[in-house]
């Protein structure tokens, strides 16, 4: 297929960034079923991404799987080169690339400068530069921009403290770009608990993802985890509809924020 033909073939585009595993994997399948062109963005994934993109082809689309990290702008600058080079055109980012270093809270002070800088150099910064690069294109097409953030940033909780402070900022920066961005473009962001995905098992191991996860459905309101799908659900949701939302940072935690499950008033009898 052509440069000429893919510009020409009418379809939206959009860019995944972290899209050959989890919830990135998910939207990206997701987007080529309601139409997109897709850029599979991956930094080590090659194998999954390829299998992603033979999935979106699968659905009718074009889709391209792109190597870069976000952490390095000149890697974002090329995946918005190459989105408007191949489509002509850019109608969705979804900032989904994201990494941690899994913890205990009680060894908060045992994390290096470096430790910060790797994980803010990705989740923040990357966030950063993706905007910065795609804004253009954006604006042109009247486009979203969805952040997939955390919980860690709305609650304080998390894997890290640099991963508590990078969700912090991306959530921060999606109330920011929704208003330096509008009226051209919406900017919003998802918080998702815990997902049931192999992040969280490749960080803490199977047997440690099973005890967090039972902690997890026992405490939370909803009782349940978010798949990957789930988290593609509200993130398509934001980017394809919701035409008239933008700012919000929606929480996907099963009712986390909430706090702990039941009546916390005294029936009557048990007065």
């Not at 994934?45 to 976000?70: F, Y």
Request: hydrophobic share 40%; glycine share 12%; aromatic share 6%.
């Amino acid at each position: 297929m052509s440069n000429e033909s893919r510009t020409a073939s009418g379809r939206k585009a959009a860019i995944v960034t972290g899209g050959g595993t989890g919830v990135g994997a998910a939207t990206a399948i997701g987007l080529a079923d309601r139409g997109f062109d897709v850029m599979i963005n991956y930094s080590r994934s090659d194998k999954e991404a390829r299998e992603v993109e033979a999935a979106c082809r699968a659905k009718g689309v074009d889709a391209i799987a792109v190597q870069g990290s976000v952490a390095e702008d000149a890697d974002c600058k090329r995946l918005a080169q190459t989105a408007a080079e191949r489509w002509g055109r850019l109608d969705v980012l979804i900032n989904n690339a994201g990494i941690t270093t899994f913890i205990g809270s009680d060894n908060w002070d045992a994390l290096t400068a470096d430790d910060f800088q790797r994980i803010i150099g990705v989740n923040t910064v990357g966030t950063f530069q993706m905007v910065r690069a795609c804004a253009p294109l954006l604006k042109k097409q009247g486009g979203a921009i969805v952040n997939v953030s955390s919980i860690a940033g709305a609650l304080g909780i998390g894997s890290s403290i640099p991963y508590v402070a990078s969700k912090g900022a991306m959530n921060s920066m999606t109330l920011f770009f929704a208003r330096s961005l509008a009226p051209h473009v919406r900017v919003n962001a998802v918080c998702p608990g815990l997902i049931t995905s192999r992040w969280f098992i490749d960080g803490i191991g199977q047997q440690g993802f099973e005890k967090i996860k039972a902690g997890y459905e026992k405490s939370t309101p909803l009782q349940t985890a978010c798949s990957p799908e789930d988290v593609a659900d509200a993130v398509l949701w934001l980017a394809v509809g919701a035409r008239t939302t933008t700012g919000e940072l929606i929480l996907l935690d099963s009712g986390t924020h909430l706090g702990r499950t039941g009546n916390t008033v005294p029936t009557k009898e048990a007065r």
